[in-house]
């Protein structure tokens, strides 16, 4: 079992629509669950990232953790065409001693259809 | 935050050759990282190029396929030796910023290569 899986899509959704974004873990050590977004052609983006169990929200963006579950979201309110992009979970690790790991999913296409 | 700069942006690689990666960040920062994203894969960690010491390498990546350079604290270089049809891939550089917290990494725009 991979330690970070997401479901690679592709997703389609009309603008002004909620989009939910998910992934599961395997590892419970670890400690920081991120979401990059990714445009095409280009390097993933930092987009929020969160620690505990709980919501966080960034303006249209609510990341979620459920630790009990291993499972992280993102919800993407009034989405935008803008918002097409590919989109990466990513759990973090600290082991100490400078040691630490970033651990990806495989990412999730999204379109939002003006 | 870091700007990340890669050259080339693209390239295309006849088997057996070798390209150099360039890596150049807007700031000085310690900690650089090189990854692989294969279609349809995760991003995966090559290794870690952090000033002054040599480079680690992750498991399944070996220094004689993938030398990195980091000569001073704004800029590395990755070379893909001896390529094949498997190393057609984007290689992003990534690094850790130094007034930022270890979790927040920045990526360039990485470089897309194609191996014939």
């Given at each position: 079992q991979k330690e970070v899986?997401?479901?690679?899509?592709?997703?389609?959704?009309?603008e002004g629509a909620i989009v939910s974004l998910n992934c599961t873990y395997s590892n419970s050590a670890f400690q920081y669950f991120m979401w990059y977004r990714q445009y095409s052609r280009k390097g993933p983006e930092l987009l929020m990232y969160t620690y505990s169990s709980g919501n966080k929200e960034d303006g249209r963006f609510t990341a979620q953790v459920d630790k009990s579950s291993k499972y992280i979201s993102l919800f993407i309110r009034d989405s935008q065409p803008s918002d097409s992009?590919?989109?990466?979970?990513?759990?973090f690790t600290y082991s100490g001693a400078g040691s630490y790991q970033l651990t990806f999913g495989k990412g999730t296409k999204l379109s939002v259809i003006p | 935050s870091a700007v990340i700069s890669q050259k080339p942006s693209r390239d295309i690689c006849q088997r057996g050759t070798?390209?150099?990666?360039?890596?150049?960040?807007?700031?000085?920062?310690?900690?650089?990282f090189w990854y692989r994203q294969q279609p349809g894969q995760s991003l995966t960690l090559i290794a870690t190029a952090n000033q002054g010491s040599e480079a680690t390498y992750e498991s399944g990546f070996v220094i004689d396929?993938?030398?990195?350079?980091?000569?001073?604290?704004?800029?590395?270089?990755?070379?893909?030796?001896?390529?094949?049809?498997?190393?057609?891939?984007?290689y992003l550089c990534s690094v850790l910023p130094e007034d930022g917290?270890?979790?927040?990494?920045?990526?360039?725009?990485?470089?897309?290569?194609?191996?014939?």
């Open positions: 899986e997401q479901d690679p899509g592709p997703l389609s959704v009309p992009a590919t989109y990466l979970c990513a759990i | 070798s390209l150099t990666i360039q890596c150049q960040v807007d700031s000085q920062v310690t900690m650089m396929k993938f030398p990195i350079s980091r000569p001073n604290l704004t800029f590395s270089t990755l070379t893909v030796s001896n390529m094949s049809p498997e190393d057609s891939s984007i917290s270890q979790e927040t990494q920045y990526f360039g725009p990485g470089t897309r290569l194609l191996v014939l």
